[in-house]
């Protein structure tokens, strides 16, 4: 049976946190990186609005001598190169290399050789992997890279982002959820924070971090991270939202915060009955003429994932990108956590 919107397949629960107050790391002793490291809590213990990916399925672990061939020969030298967008990346820093190598934007190494690419990241660097602090670096080395080489690579803000701001920031100081006590340390560990990541996290990533934007328009792109259309709230302009976003965190108010992570959590606004209308709302108002986006997992977005279809050992099958309300919307999550596929695409995408 299909599962309702932003509802993962049921999972045997092992306790329950009424308020998100937990200790300051479940398992302290446990080798983290794994489901049995994150403890499950009801539904209503979950943020206003908050619509988790699930955390107890399989997940892929690097192949053993694993080799990539670049798809392309050679890329623009003169002008504009050509564009590309990664999809959520959470941690998985070997497959992120893989895929980059395989579009033949990093060398073997690991460093940019595409020329005047351009690069968008859509956001969600770390959580639920096991090396979200090295994807971090991993962006932060080929933004100067590309830089230097007459390309770019940017990323967006992602919802866990947002998160693991708050928790470094706020910890268990209690915010206003909307559905009782809730803090950002909880919700950090509730959905697949890793304290190798938090041991690790430093000033200059917070300030990376703190600064990224969460709307940008490129070649008739518009590039989000989450599938929802509360960027409205914060301005009618992608400078706005933009603004808007970055003075929120820098008054540093654990509740606006926490507003911001809510409101950035919700996802399939796209999907169903009305979705290619919520689209046209954000492009209409920030330009464009078709939105790219991760954050929603394209299992989900399917119904691949707790379908009778999608319950074998196989999990679900990702190919590319999933394109969707009438040709408007690409999502670009290809749910690496659950042995989907990262996602890394050449723009346009013709369908």
């Not at 002793?29 to 009801?42: I, Q, R």
């Not at 989450?226 to 933009?242: K, Q």
Request: overall charge negative.
């Amino acid at each position: 049976m299909t599962q309702g919107a932003g509802q993962g397949p049921e999972v045997e629960r092992t306790a329950v946190l009424r308020d998100f107050r937990v200790p300051a790391y479940v398992n302290e002793t446990g080798p983290y990186g794994h489901s049995s490291d994150v403890v499950p809590a009801p539904d209503e213990a979950y943020p206003d609005g908050y619509t988790p990916t699930e955390q107890d399925l399989p997940v892929i672990h690097p192949a053993e001598g694993l080799q990539a061939t670049p798809d392309h020969e050679g890329l623009a030298a003169d002008g504009p190169g050509p564009l590309f967008v990664v999809g959520d990346v959470h941690g998985y820093l070997d497959e992120l290399m893989a895929a980059l190598h395989e579009k033949g934007l990093v060398d073997a190494a690991g460093n940019w050789c595409a020329g005047t690419a351009r690069l968008w990241f859509l956001g969600d660097f770390t959580d639920r992997g096991p090396d979200g602090i090295g994807v971090i670096d991993l962006v932060m080395r080929l933004s100067a890279e590309a830089a230097a080489a007459g390309g770019y690579c940017k990323a967006l803000m992602g919802n866990h982002e947002l998160l693991l701001l708050g928790a470094k920031r706020f910890g268990d100081t209690p915010v206003n959820s909307g559905a009782g006590t809730a803090t950002f340390q909880a919700a950090w560990l509730l959905n697949g924070g890793q304290k190798t990541d938090m041991d690790r996290l430093q000033d200059h990533h917070l300030q990376w971090m703190s600064r990224l934007d969460a709307v940008e328009e490129v070649d008739g792109h518009l590039l989000v991270h989450s599938d929802t259309t509360a960027y409205l709230d914060y301005g009618d302009s992608i400078e706005a939202v933009n603004d808007t976003v970055r003075e929120t965190i820098t008054r540093n108010d654990a509740d606006e915060v926490w507003d911001l992570f809510r409101k950035f959590t919700k996802r399939f606004s796209f999907r169903d009955e009305g979705g290619a209308d919520h689209v046209r709302s954000l492009l209409d108002t920030y330009g464009g003429v078709r939105i790219v986006h991760g954050h929603s997992p394209i299992p989900y977005l399917l119904g691949e994932v707790g379908s009778e279809e999608g319950e074998d050992d196989s999990g679900p099958v990702v190919e590319g990108p999933h394109v969707y309300a009438d040709g408007l919307a690409i999502a670009m999550d290809g749910g690496v956590t659950m042995a989907g596929k990262l996602l890394v695409q050449q723009l346009p995408l013709d369908i």
